[in-house]
């Protein structure tokens, strides 16, 4: 059973920078992409990015190219997601999630780390 636990969230001002962190264990062979969701209050969850595991491709949601960064390390089993000049509208529950195979859905998540941005 895989398990992932996030981990970075907190409080940051509008413009600040943070850096989460998503930390898989139980993992028998290498992840096909692990991703990075979130939950802003009253809203439904919405895809933020995911990276291909075994050639460390990134991809993400349009709105958030240039501001947010997703990169891995392989060896460690963590992925991380950078995130500079935060705006209140980013406020959210960040949770990461692991697909293990091309053809498969999302079977594990992470317990979500919240993240406020406000002045």
């Known amino acids: 059973q895989v398990q992932l636990a996030e981990s970075g969230g907190g409080w940051v001002q509008p413009g600040g920078s943070l850096r989460l962190s998503c930390a898989a264990s139980g993992l028998t062979s290498s992840p096909y992409v692990m991703a990075w969701f979130r939950q802003a209050p009253g809203k439904g969850r919405e895809f933020v990015g995911g990276?291909?595991?075994?050639?460390?491709?990134?991809h993400y949601r349009d709105s958030l190219k240039g501001r947010f960064t997703i990169s891995r390390d392989a060896v460690k089993n963590i992925m991380y997601l950078q995130m500079n000049n935060l705006k209140p509208e980013d406020t959210a529950v960040y949770s990461c999630a692991v697909k293990m195979s091309q053809t498969s859905d999302y079977t594990s998540w992470g317990q979500g780390t919240q993240v406020p941005v406000s002045s």
């Open positions: 990276i291909r595991w075994s050639e460390g491709a990134a």
